[in-house]
């Protein structure tokens, strides 16, 4: 079983930096696939980025391409995402989620079996 907890998000102004923290137990971090998706009021969930089981591939959404950076600290056992230049469109919140295989469209939520409880990012204009 593959626990996930989310940290990190808070309040932050348009054009500022957060980092989300996702600390994963039940199994080390190299043998998962983790993602990260969001979720904004009145909208369905959406992908953002994924990273494979080896650390070696990394996927983003087009409109988070060039300001989120998905990384992780095998030490730590932890995936991290780290969001600038936020936009008020990037509010939501946002989830980690993790599987125990790559292959299989990165951004389809299905895929995904384990799940964290979420972090609200609120930026504001």
């Known amino acids: 079983q593959v626990q996930l907890e989310e940290s990190g998000g808070g309040l932050v102004q348009a054009g500022g930096s957060l980092r989300v923290s996702c600390a994963i137990s039940?199994?080390?971090?190299?043998?998962?696939?983790v993602a990260w998706f969001r979720q904004a009021p009145g909208k369905e969930r959406e992908f953002v980025s994924a990273?494979?089981?080896?650390?070696?591939?990394?996927y983003y959404a087009d409109s988070v391409k060039g300001r989120f950076t998905i990384s992780r600290d095998n030490a730590k056992n932890t995936v991290y995402l780290q969001m600038n230049s936020l936009k008020p469109e990037d509010t939501a919140v946002y989830y980690c989620?993790?599987?125990?295989?790559?292959?299989?469209?990165?951004?389809?939520?299905?895929?995904?079996?384990?799940w964290g409880q979420g972090t609200q990012v609120t930026v504001s204009s």
């Open positions: 989620a993790a599987r125990h295989y790559d292959g299989a469209d990165p951004g389809t939520s299905q895929e995904y079996s384990y």
């Open positions: 039940g199994r080390t971090v190299t043998n998962v696939h």
């Open positions: 990273v494979t089981r080896s650390g070696s591939i990394t």
